[in-house]
């Protein structure tokens, strides 16, 4: 068989994603940080960009409000195309900026300076080396306090042995394991325990030292907690069932790795991309604009590339061409990502204002396609809109997938929210008999008599949702 060459004319539709495109989905999908990062990235390495120190609001008509609805509608996301008038662009762009940006309020000279309010979490070694500054042991002593708590996990326990720490430290057994002593008594006890056994009979004596059965019990059958019943392990430890209830209740409310509270990541405030406000008795949406950069193409640069200069070159006019065009590609694809954002956040408040209005008992059951068909926008730009994003309402700061709750079926043929669900959920379990914990089946079958169909599977993963322990570690416990 011989090879070769021919041409050949095929017809075939396929979509293309144009560069521009490519960025301007992306750009939609960045969250508010990375947004004011691209943005401050592009004002680097584009030459005809520029930040603008002011922006005048535009004249509205007599007798009329410029709202965000009055704005000229853009050609969205998933339709625009490569040709673009650009004069009329930088027309429009330069005497035209959008009310629905907010209002940008001044910072007073004479205002307080914030950061000097800011602080950083208390670790749990700061913790412990502040109680041991204040405690009656010696300097040598002290010294030897601190070097155990060095010596700890994130979680508390001890990461060495005492004959380690001994001997590493130059130190006498004996004075290590008497000091060990005195940190494993200090906030929050059961620090510095080496185990899961010392650490919580160090509680137990620390906090219920009458609980002798609850000590033996960690002492003796700390294993067989989880896999026996209270009957069989009253029988291991020759006690009564309700004896061993009681105990197994005291030994669930102690802290199995103390250190955690202390050294759980810190999580940096949340700053909402959408800012909801009570106006009456209607809801206002504000775009969070605070500290992004406002952008503009260089006026000189502008005149340049429309007539042309006789000190620039072909190359260099080409060059700057270019840029001009790649930056008034960045501006509109800015400008249509809050536009969209702010669409699709004022769709969603209007669709759950009774949410607002009353609490979660009242969240409507909300897809994509729902949002996505009233916008005019495909599904997953939608998607890529709320993703990573926050609004701050009246009833908090959320994110904005909060919104969208899948819908669970009823006996009348209607929809109830599954945040609608959880709370009736919650609302059964807090109102149980400590003594008998209702199972899953059992949540389920009283869910049923309310109309609402809820598979046993299904209850159990919302209950896990909400932090509800299962019925067997509920025993004996009141809900928090």
Same mark, same amino acid.
């Given at each position: 068989? *011989?090879?070769?060459?021919? !041409?050949?004319?095929?017809?075939?539709?396929?979509?293309?994603?144009?560069?521009?495109?490519?960025?301007?989905?992306?750009?939609?999908?960045?969250? %508010?940080?990375?947004?004011?990062?691209?943005?401050?990235?592009?004002?680097?390495?584009?030459?005809?960009?520029?930040?603008?120190?002011?922006?005048?609001e535009?004249?509205?008509?007599? &007798?009329?409000?410029?709202?965000?609805?009055?704005?000229?509608?853009?050609?969205?996301?998933?339709?625009?195309?490569?040709?673009?008038?650009?004069?009329?662009? @930088?027309?429009?762009?330069?005497?035209?900026?959008?009310?629905?940006?907010?209002?940008?309020?001044?910072?007073?000279?004479?205002?307080?300076?914030?950061?000097?309010? !800011? *602080?950083?979490?208390?670790?749990?070694?700061?913790?412990?080396?502040?109680?041991?500054?204040?405690s009656?042991?010696?300097?040598?002593?002290?010294?030897?306090?601190?070097?155990?708590?060095?010596?700890?996990?994130?979680?508390?326990?001890?990461?060495?042995?005492?004959?380690?720490?001994?001997?590493?430290?130059?130190?006498?057994?004996?004075?290590?394991?008497?000091?060990?002593?005195?940190?494993? %008594?200090?906030?929050?006890?059961?620090?510095?325990?080496?185990?899961?056994?010392e650490c919580?009979?160090?509680?137990?004596?620390?906090?219920?030292?009458?609980?002798?059965?609850?000590?033996?019990?960690?002492?003796?059958?700390?294993?067989?907690?989880?896999?026996?019943?209270?009957?069989?392990?009253?029988?291991?430890?020759?006690?009564?069932?309700?004896?061993?209830e009681?105990?197994?209740?005291?030994?669930?409310?102690?802290?199995?790795?103390?250190?955690?509270?202390?050294?759980?990541?810190?999580?940096?405030?949340?700053?909402?991309?959408?800012?909801?406000?009570?106006?009456?008795?209607?809801?206002?949406?504000?775009?969070?604009?605070?500290? +992004?950069?406002?952008?503009?193409? *260089?006026?000189?640069?502008?005149? +340049?590339?429309?007539?042309?200069?006789?000190?620039?070159?072909?190359?260099?006019l080409?060059?700057?061409?270019?840029?001009?065009?790649?930056? +008034?590609?960045?501006?509109? *694809?800015?400008?249509?990502?809050?536009?969209?954002?702010?669409?699709?956040?004022?769709?969603?408040?209007? @669709?759950?204002?009774?949410?607002?209005d009353?609490?979660?008992?009242?969240?409507?059951?909300?897809?994509?396609?729902d949002?996505?068909?009233?916008?005019?926008?495909?599904?997953?730009?939608?998607?890529?809109?709320?993703?990573?994003?926050? +609004?701050?309402t009246?009833?908090?700061?959320?994110?904005?997938?909060?919104?969208?709750?899948?819908?669970?079926?009823t006996?009348?043929?209607?929809?109830?929210?599954?945040?609608?669900?959880?709370?009736?959920?919650?609302?059964?379990?807090? &109102?149980?008999?400590?003594?008998?914990?209702?199972?899953?089946?059992? !949540?389920?079958?009283?869910?049923?008599?309310?109309?609402?169909?809820?598979?046993?599977?299904?209850?159990?993963?919302?209950?896990?949702?909400?932090?509800?322990?299962?019925?067997?570690?509920?025993?004996?416990?009141?809900?928090?």
């Amino acid at each position: 068989m *011989s090879l070769q060459q021919k !041409l050949s004319l095929k017809l075939q539709q396929k979509m293309v994603l144009t560069p521009t495109l490519q960025q301007a989905i992306r750009l939609l999908q960045l969250t %508010r940080l990375e947004l004011i990062d691209e943005a401050s990235m592009e004002l680097q390495t584009n030459p005809v960009l520029e930040e603008a120190t002011t922006i005048e609001e535009p004249a509205a008509p007599a &007798g009329q409000d410029m709202t965000p609805a009055e704005v000229p509608e853009p050609t969205p996301i998933e339709q625009m195309e490569e040709k673009i008038d650009v004069e009329s662009y @930088f027309q429009d762009f330069l005497e035209t900026n959008l009310k629905y940006r907010g209002n940008r309020q001044e910072v007073p000279e004479d205002a307080p300076d914030t950061e000097r309010y !800011l *602080s950083a979490p208390e670790t749990l070694t700061e913790h412990l080396e502040w109680q041991v500054s204040l405690s009656r042991l010696d300097g040598d002593e002290r010294a030897v306090a601190e070097y155990i708590i060095g010596n700890l996990r994130d979680d508390g326990y001890l990461a060495s042995s005492v004959e380690e720490l001994a001997a590493s430290a130059g130190r006498p057994l004996e004075q290590v394991e008497r000091i060990l002593r005195v940190v494993q %008594r200090l906030d929050p006890v059961g620090v510095a325990a080496r185990d899961l056994k010392e650490c919580l009979l160090i509680q137990l004596d620390a906090y219920h030292p009458e609980e002798l059965l609850a000590a033996r019990i960690v002492e003796e059958a700390l294993a067989f907690i989880e896999r026996d019943k209270p009957a069989q392990l009253a029988a291991r430890m020759g006690a009564t069932a309700l004896e061993v209830e009681d105990a197994l209740c005291i030994i669930r409310h102690l802290d199995p790795k103390p250190g955690l509270r202390y050294n759980n990541p810190f999580n940096p405030t949340v700053i909402p991309d959408v800012v909801v406000e009570k106006d009456g008795d209607a809801y206002r949406v504000l775009l969070n604009e605070d500290g +992004m950069p406002h952008l503009r193409i *260089s006026p000189t640069y502008r005149t +340049m590339a429309e007539e042309g200069s006789p000190e620039a070159g072909a190359e260099a006019l080409s060059y700057l061409k270019e840029k001009v065009r790649s930056a +008034m590609w960045f501006l509109k *694809s800015i400008e249509e990502r809050q536009r969209t954002i702010y669409k699709v956040a004022k769709e969603v408040v209007e @669709f759950q204002r009774d949410f607002l209005d009353k609490g979660p008992s009242f969240m409507r059951p909300l897809i994509l396609r729902d949002v996505a068909e009233r916008v005019g926008v495909h599904e997953s730009t939608v998607s890529r809109v709320v993703s990573n994003k926050y +609004m701050q309402t009246p009833r908090g700061i959320l994110p904005m997938k909060f919104f969208f709750a899948t819908g669970i079926g009823t006996l009348d043929g209607t929809d109830v929210s599954s945040m609608k669900v959880k709370e009736r959920i919650k609302a059964l379990v807090e &109102g149980e008999d400590a003594r008998r914990p209702m199972s899953d089946q059992r !949540l389920a079958d009283l869910l049923k008599r309310e109309g609402i169909l809820l598979a046993r599977r299904t209850v159990a993963k919302y209950r896990e949702e909400l932090n509800i322990p299962s019925s067997s570690r509920r025993k004996g416990t009141k809900p928090s």
